[in-house]
């Protein structure tokens, strides 16, 4: 909310305030972290629900960024990941990799995480690959 619009607001209560919307980085983790949690509930092993909440938030980081925030959203989405899946596997317990070190029981959860770090990448390229195509469109 810019600063005239809360001076109105207050000057003025029948004015409704608007809420911020929800920040992308924000959203970057809430989605993937819904997922994980839905994929906890339904079949224990991170799976289609880290997958479609780290392409949600893949998509919206994407769109939502400036220009010169792209180059902090491309890199995000297999460290987001990583870290989703590695603390949804820590709290729930792990996944059958019981008896194994932390550092084998790792590297079975990146193996697993993979397919969404790689989708959740892509989307992050090819909603980028769209704005600009579309800005350079505008320009000429």
């Not at 902090?72 to 729930?92: F, K, M, R, Y």
């Not at 990799?97 to 993979?114: E, I, P, Q, R, Y």
């Not at 390229?125 to 350079?136: D, I, K, P, Y």
Request: proline letters at 6%.
């Amino acid at each position: 909310m810019t600063v005239q619009r809360a001076e109105r607001a207050v000057r003025n209560p029948a004015v409704p305030a608007r809420r911020a919307a929800p920040s992308g980085a924000g959203l970057a983790w809430c989605l993937p972290v819904a997922g994980a949690a839905a994929d906890e509930l339904a079949t224990s092993a991170p799976g289609w629900g880290l997958t479609v909440g780290a392409v949600l938030a893949a998509a919206v980081s994407a769109a939502r960024c400036s220009r010169a925030g792209a180059w902090w959203v491309v890199p995000a989405p297999p460290l987001v990941v990583a870290v989703v899946t590695v603390a949804a596997e820590l709290v729930s317990g792990g996944t059958g990799h019981h008896g194994k070190s932390l550092s084998t029981a790792a590297a079975h959860w990146a193996v697993d995480a993979f397919p969404a770090m790689a989708a959740a990448e892509a989307t992050v390229l090819a909603v980028l690959t769209v704005r600009a195509l579309r800005a350079r469109r505008r320009r000429g």
